[in-house]
């Protein structure tokens, strides 16, 4: 698992996994509150470093 925070709204999200989709685009399993479980685009997202937790 790793971290990423979404360009547009700053906010931190865990990547629980990694796959690509049916057109060899990879995408990233996250939870979001409002949605639950969802693939996203990392195009969207980039990488943090956070402390130890």
Excluded at 25 to 43: A, N
């Amino acid at each position: 698992m790793f971290k990423v925070k979404k360009k547009s709204t700053e906010k931190i999200y865990t990547v629980f996994a990694v796959q690509k989709d049916k057109f060899e685009c990879t995408e990233f399993l996250i939870y979001d509150d409002i949605w639950g479980w969802v693939w996203r685009s990392p195009l969207d997202y980039v990488p943090v470093e956070v402390e130890n937790e």
